[in-house]
């Protein structure tokens, strides 16, 4: 059965082609996947074996964008005054001792599953720059893309389903680092809409295999002469046309439905929610399972510099809907052990309620967290003091966090991979160090 996001007319579908072979497969002049001809392109080595560490085969990653607010959801205050603690009460969870803001009732139900991360502090106090940081464990340089941990995970350990792109971002934007210095091969596909999923991604319904056949062959016949004549051995060629039939080969496989939520039922969709982020968490869950190795999930809309408390009550119940509906699937399911979710944002909110009834920027210190992927549930790492100003014990880098995600897939965060200006890079940053004990 053909749905309407699968019509399109023969220009539309060559713009699926050349789009897929270009965006998708990160062949982009700009956009959100890696430029392979803006960036410079890394030495090219071998798939890297796994060493050891957490049980991970998978990530979902999911990006909180604008910066959450720590205190009034994952690090809670209750014996704060007034000013800080503003409108949050706290909630027990189903593991004595953890506590939550009221906001997340859904989660608090799963805490044995959960590992929360209240030490996390960098220096990057900027919307762009401090996702950035999140994001690749490096500052942003005017010389150079870092990659991001998708595209290290792509890098080191290669495809686990060969029809399938292996990284993923789904409503990430434009400013994603993607693949950075790294070759195009390992940048996302990005996807803009859950709910629209892979556009324009089926023949027309008045083409045949047969037509669509003779089509490709005359674009291979006029790409060769174009070849011969004007681009033979170049590099950037080769990778585009190489995209482009790993873009025809996604056509064809069977996988493809795995980006078309209209396949799942009313009672996954009921337990995702009907929230935009739910659709692209159910998404997630869809691509993990057909063997996709890495997808990053973006929820804009937290830089609450004004009525924190309005706004909170508005976006967190997708947010706990929607990781609680993970959790509860993928134990399900008998994925949660091989696949980590990790919740990050660029930083936390400042504990001290402004004249807006909002919160400011605060990098310092805030919190994040990790489940399933070897992660035992049930614990709390670092802390902050009394106000959730400082960090008081068990500080977390941007590069330790990412240093982290790297361990529970048993990659060796500390491996150097060369840009083509010989610089050394490392999945961990410069100095990131795994938090191993978060895993069993």
């Not at 998708?24 to 803006?38: V, W």
């Not at 940048?187 to 037509?211: E, K």
């Not at 979710?341 to 210190?365: C, D, M, W």
Request: proline share 5%; with cysteine; aromatic share 8%.
């Amino acid at each position: 059965m053909h749905h309407d996001h699968h019509k399109l007319d023969d220009l539309s579908r060559r713009g699926f082609l050349a789009t897929t072979a270009k965006s998708c497969f990160g062949l982009t002049i700009g956009g959100s996947a890696a430029s392979f001809f803006a960036s410079p392109t890394a030495t090219a080595n071998p798939a890297i074996h796994t060493t050891g560490g957490g049980k991970a085969k998978s990530v979902i990653y999911l990006f909180m964008s604008g910066g959450m607010t720590h205190i009034d959801t994952l690090d809670p205050k209750p014996n704060a005054p007034a000013e800080i603690r503003g409108e949050t009460q706290t909630i027990n969870t189903n593991v004595d001792g953890i506590q939550l803001g009221h906001c997340l009732p859904g989660l608090a139900k799963h805490m044995d599953q959960v590992a929360l991360i209240r030490s996390m502090s960098t220096t990057q106090g900027a919307h762009a720059q401090g996702r950035y940081y999140m994001r690749t464990g490096y500052a942003p340089r005017s010389s150079i893309v870092h990659p991001s941990p998708g595209a290290w995970a792509n890098r080191l350990m290669g495809d686990a389903n060969k029809d399938m792109p292996s990284y993923i971002t789904v409503n990430c934007g434009s400013s994603h680092p993607g693949a950075g210095f790294m070759e195009a091969q390992y940048a996302p596909l990005p996807i803009g809409d859950a709910m629209a999923g892979l556009q324009n991604s089926r023949p027309a319904r008045n083409m045949d295999d047969a037509q669509f056949h003779q089509q490709l062959n005359l674009r291979q016949q006029l790409d060769h002469e174009f070849d011969q004549k004007f681009a033979r051995g170049q590099k950037n060629v080769r990778d585009y046309n190489e995209a482009f039939d790993a873009a025809v080969k996604l056509m064809k496989s069977k996988d493809l439905e795995a980006f078309d939520l209209s396949q799942e039922g009313k009672d996954s969709h009921m337990l995702y929610g009907t929230s935009r982020f739910g659709k692209g968490v159910l998404l997630a869950r869809r691509l993990v399972e057909r063997g996709v190795r890495f997808v990053e999930v973006e929820y804009g809309g937290f830089d609450w510099h004004n009525d924190n408390f309005g706004e909170m009550e508005n976006k967190m119940p997708a947010l706990d809907q929607a990781l609680s509906a993970l959790l509860a699937d993928l134990q399900a399911k008998g994925l949660l052990d091989t696949t980590l979710i990790v919740l990050g944002t660029e930083f936390g909110r400042s504990p001290q309620i402004n004249t807006n009834a909002g919160r400011n920027h605060y990098p310092k210190a805030f919190s994040t967290l990790m489940a399933g992927g070897g992660i035992q549930g049930g614990q709390v790492h670092g802390a902050t003091d009394t106000s959730g100003s400082n960090v008081t014990s068990g500080k977390v880098s941007a590069t330790d966090f990412n240093a982290t995600i790297a361990h529970a897939l048993g990659l060796p965060h500390d491996q150097v991979i060369y840009s083509a200006s010989k610089r050394p890079f490392r999945m961990g940053g410069r100095d990131g160090k795994p938090l191993t004990h978060l895993f069993t």
